[in-house]
Structures are given as C-alpha cells and as structure tokens.
C-alpha cells in the first residue's frame, strides 16, 4: 500500500516567511513609545492563526525556529513545544512566554512534535488574553514514500512493488512498529537513495535476514529503527554493487573512483549474531564519503571463515573518507580477530589534498580485532584524523589499542583527539600502553566492569561519572 504524509515544511520561502514575520512583530508591539498606540484595545484576544505558522530548521539540522503571525494589542505569547513520538505521554521539551513571534529551540531528528501558542493580554490598553491555545502538530521524519505491511518478505514485496527507475529523491520506506519482517534474498536498489525504518522511533521494527539475503546499493542507504537477526546472514548486510553506473564515476578526481556522495547510516538499531560485514565492496573502486553508525547495539560474534570480507567494515579497494560511530556498542561474546576497519584504498589515490577521518565517540567496544591492530589500511599519513573521546575498549586490538587505529605505527603525521577513554586488557588496565602520540589524553585506570560474554554493559561507577561508553548503560542517564 502505498501512502504519502504532509512534509515537514523547511526551505527558503519558510525562511522568508519568518523574516517577514519578525519584521511585522516589531512593528506591532509595544515598544515603550507613549505616543504609539495598538490597534486592538479593550478586546479578548484570538491566538496566532494556525495557517500562519511556520517551523524553518538550520542549516546543519540541529536547531529549528517556530514562528507566528502577530496578533495586534498582544502583550506577548505563552508558548509550549512537546515531544509527542509516543502520544499517550507528551514530553515537554520547552515552555517560555515570548514576547515577539519566533521561538528558536534544538530540533531532534525523526521526532513528532507538539506546538501550543497563545497570545496574552496587555493590561495598558486593556486586552485580555486569549481563551485558548493555537495548536499544531509537525514531524521531523523525512516523509514517507510506502509503507510495507507486517509480515512482509522484503525481497517479495520490493519484487512486487520496485523501487520507480525514474525516482530522484530519498525514498523512505515504513516498517510497522513491532511489526515482524524476513528479507529472503538480495534486494538491489541501484542507484536509488533508500530509507528503510520502523515508523516509530521508541518500537523498532523486527527483521530476519535468511541465507543469501543482502541489501545491494551503488548510492546512499540508511536502516533506522530495526532489530535485525543477522544469525542466518552469509552476505554482507549491505553491499557495494560491483557493477555500478559510470554516472557516479570520478565526481571527485579523475582516478576512476565511484563516489557514494549521500551517507550511509545505520541508527537506532539492534544487530544480533552478525558474522559477516555491517557495509562491504568487492571488485568496484569505492569511496564513500560518509558512513555514519549511532545508538546502535551490534553482536559480532562469528570469526572470519577465510575471507577478509567478515571484517566489520570492509572497503576492498577504496576508503570511507568520514567514519563515525558514535552512542553505540560493538562487540562479541569471545575474542574474535576480525578487523573492526579494513580499507584498501587511501585518499591522496583519489585527490590532493583529500582527508579520512575515522571518529569513536562515547562508544563500548569488546572484544575485538583481539591480538592484531584493530584496522587495516594505509598508516601514517599526514591527512588522517583520528578522534577516539568517551569510550570503553576492553580486549579489542593489541595491548596499544591506540595506535592500532592507525595500523600500529606510533606516528605524529596523522592530526589527534584523544581524551577521557577506558583501556582494559586481560583484566588489567592498559592505559600505560596508549603511547606514540604526542598526547594521548587522559585514561581512567579501574576495571570498567562489563561482562561482554554475558551481554552486560552497564561500566562501574567511575566511567559513568566521567560519561564514558555507550549513554544507553548509564543508570545515572
């Protein structure tokens, strides 16, 4: 079935719009001037017209502006902006009387949110306030392109109902919260940037990968809100098409690259038993410019099989130029000797001047890449960053975790953040290990207290005061 919901309004003309408004806003209140005067006096209010409210978001996504038209003679607005994902327990994330017409305040992603304005009276000339609130309600999820229905086989209902060859955009495609679903072979998606998610951000939706299953792309992708069983999964959870369109060849460099411009993401999601790649090319150069994981809990627990394709991302003959995983946990129940990344390719390969970062922030890693470094790719090299801050490594890489990140070599080329992390090896602190940097920052030096093979990952009470590891175990959250 398919559905399409209201946007979420942004853009230029909103942002005109809220300009305008709060030119008008000025000039409609009182601003101290005895001899000015409102045009409504001794009068019951009406609060702002729905119609004529508008939510304009930054640049960057993280902080969104709500205005409203001026209501003349007001005194100011009393304004109230609520989280509603779950509808049956409104949050409140602000309340504040404003006086003008804009309200700027942060924007969560894939949140519903709430408004409620109404104006107040002015007492000089004898208005009284409104008798009720102007509610609205907007979304910050990308709107919907279909929606798949409970007990779907993806592999089915992508067969039945194919991606259009025509589409440009990002098409999001919703699962049923709680809902149950298996992806029984390969789904190739092209060229065409997908979204697959659960609709609701608090119920994930359930996914069963069977034996040959894959999702297959050569352009952006993004899984948001699932759990997925990936225990029968002998393929790489997503993967690289090794044939894609020459379209998307050399638009950085002329080293005949394909380049993935749109991110690939995995948030908000639960990975069980996962024994193969999170993302993985084969024969096809690639660079992808961004690669993003976040509040994300992934079990990698099976040890490769002889093929270097099991390493828990691996870029055969390319690179990832911005690597983050961030409020997330890796790890396995035993020791494994995957590498956590594997790169091929290095990005003065592709341009001058060209970067790679690879960023672990507020992350529980465990037991992995045990007893090697814990990536494998070109070391050294002045334009790498590397940022490791808040996070909890226990057995994963060699005794010198740190330097593992750049293939074992204590270098000063690469550009450093390192600060506030946790090292535990083989039950003892290993901070004393963390050298080769000029600053390796500081190092908490007690037992972080998880138990990996047991799932447990709650970190003792020095590493949550110190707001180390994945924000989810933190009972003082």
Aim: proline share 5%; net charge negative; glycine share 8%.
């Amino acid at each position: 079935m398919m559905k399409t919901k209201h946007a979420f309004r942004s853009g230029f003309g909103g942002l005109m719009a809220v300009n305008l408004l709060l030119l008008a806003s000025c000039a409609d209140h009182y601003d101290g001037d005895e001899s000015w005067s409102p045009q409504v006096q001794n009068a019951t209010l009406q609060s702002p017209d729905a119609s004529g409210i508008q939510v304009v978001s930054s640049p960057d996504g993280s902080t969104m502006t709500i205005s409203w038209p001026v209501v003349y003679g007001a005194g100011g607005y009393s304004v109230a902006l609520y989280n509603v994902n779950n509808p049956s327990s409104p949050v409140l994330v602000k309340t504040d009387t404003i006086d003008g017409c804009s309200l700027t305040t942060n924007r969560e992603e894939d949140t519903n949110y709430s408004f409620s304005v109404k104006a107040l009276g002015n007492s000089k000339y004898n208005n009284k306030e409104a008798q009720t609130s102007t509610e609205m309600a907007f979304t910050t999820f990308l709107p919907t392109y279909a929606e798949i229905p409970d007990g779907s086989d993806l592999k089915e209902w992508f067969a039945a109902n194919p991606v259009p060859q025509d589409s440009t955009g990002h098409l999001c495609y919703d699962l049923a919260p709680g809902g149950n679903y298996t992806v029984s072979g390969n789904i190739d998606f092209g060229g065409h940037r997908v979204t697959l998610r659960s609709s609701s951000k608090a119920n994930n939706a359930n996914l069963k990968m069977m034996t040959s299953s894959t999702f297959t792309t050569f352009a952006g992708f993004t899984l948001k809100y699932l759990n997925i069983d990936a225990d029968e999964l002998n393929h790489s959870l997503i993967t690289y098409s090794d044939e894609p369109d020459d379209s998307i060849k050399n638009l950085i460099g002329t080293a005949n690259f394909y380049i993935v411009m749109d991110p690939v993401v995995v948030q908000g999601c639960n990975i069980s038993k996962l024994g193969t790649s999170i993302v993985s090319t084969n024969t096809a150069k690639y660079n992808l410019r961004t690669m993003s994981i976040s509040n994300t809990v992934v079990e990698y627990n099976k040890e490769s099989t002889g093929h270097n394709s099991a390493d828990f991302v691996y870029i055969k003959s390319g690179y990832i130029t911005d690597f983050t995983i961030k409020n997330s946990t890796v790890y396995s129940p035993v020791h494994i000797s995957n590498y956590f990344i594997t790169h091929g390719g290095r990005p003065k390969d592709l341009a001058d001047g060209e970067q790679r970062h690879v960023s672990i922030l507020n992350c529980t890693l465990a037991n992995i890449t045990y007893g090697g470094n814990f990536c494998n790719y070109h070391n050294g090299q002045t334009y790498y960053y590397y940022t490791l801050r808040n996070t909890i490594v226990q057995d994963c890489g060699k005794p010198n975790f740190l330097t593992g990140l750049n293939k074992g070599q204590s270098s000063d080329n690469p550009v450093w953040d390192v600060n506030n992390n946790t090292c535990w090896r083989d039950g003892a602190d290993a901070s004393a290990s963390q050298t080769g940097i000029k600053n390796p920052g500081l190092w908490l030096t007690t037992d972080p207290g998880i138990d990996p093979a047991n799932a447990q990952f709650t970190p003792a009470a020095a590493q949550q005061e110190a707001g180390q590891g994945d924000p989810r175990w933190n009972t003082n959250n």
